[in-house]
């Protein structure tokens, strides 16, 4: 992608690729196992992030990343918002919600990268083997640490982003009165993303430890999954699976 594209370009860029891979998947049989990968993702980051989910100031905002960034949902509805009007985003918002959109778009894009990838790696192994080995075998073969790496800095950009913005006073009242025209235009899925972000983080105050800790955890998982020896790292994430099951 060019680098003096614009945000719409970008954006469109992104979320046609993320529509590629749904085809791509679907027509290779391959849905249940992209499902599966990521079941067993959001079954890690609830443990992995657990105590913050209970922090009554960090609830909302975890459960944002967890559940618009990292979600097993379908967010077709939204791409599809979000690809009709990203024009509009450039044109009508702040650059910051503008990069906003971008930053999002490239999250989801990447995701759906790495969760295909791993997928095509999980069904490559037989189906009893245990899935915290099964996962960490799959991850080694995806071999991607530079798209884990660029997944966090875009996540840690989104966060900062989101904090700049809560500080918009009108620009949250704006979307306020958005919601009307946005229900009347099939655009409920963008304006419940674009205010659940902004309540999650107005209600977080000063993010910078918020997003640190995710970092920090995060670059230690990446680091766990890759350099580990295997029986560690699988011992670890099987570890993390079954705190994530107690707590069910």
């Known amino acids: 992608m ?3 594209a614009s945000a719409a370009d970008r954006i469109r860029t992104h979320l046609d690729r993320v529509q590629q891979l749904r085809l791509q998947a679907r027509a290779a049989g391959m849905d249940a196992a992209v499902t599966e990968v990521k079941q067993l993702q959001a079954q890690r980051f609830r443990a992995t992030y657990a105590d913050l989910i209970r922090d009554p100031r960090c609830a909302a905002a975890t459960r944002f990343f967890l559940d618009e960034l990292y979600g097993v949902r379908d967010f077709a509805q939204r791409d599809a918002q979000f690809g009709r009007i990203a024009g509009a985003l450039e044109r009508l918002f702040p650059d910051a919600v503008a990069q906003l959109a971008v930053d999002l778009a490239e999250t989801h894009a990447l995701t759906e990268v790495l969760d295909h990838e791993l997928a095509r790696h999980w069904l490559a192994h037989d189906a009893g083997t245990p899935p915290a080995v099964r996962y960490t075998l799959s991850w080694r073969l995806a071999n991607d640490r530079p ?3 660029r997944q966090l800095a875009v996540v ?8 700049q913005l809560t500080r918009k006073k009108t620009l949250r009242m704006g979307l306020r009165m958005m919601r009307n ?3 009347a235009a099939g655009l409920e899925a963008l304006q419940h993303f674009l205010e659940s972000g902004f309540d999650a983080f107005a209600s977080l105050g000063d993010a910078r430890q918020f997003l640190d800790t995710i970092r920090e955890r995060e670059s230690g998982w990446i680091s766990t999954l890759f ?8 011992e670890a994430l099987a570890s993390e699976l079954a ?4 707590a069910d």
């Open 2 to 4: 060019s680098p003096s």
């Open 147 to 149: 798209a884990r790496d």
């Open 156 to 163: 840690q950009h989104m966060g900062v982003e989101l904090q």
């Open 181 to 183: 025209p946005a229900r």
């Open 227 to 234: 350099d580990a020896p295997l029986e560690d790292a699988s």
């Open 243 to 246: 705190r994530a099951s107690r």
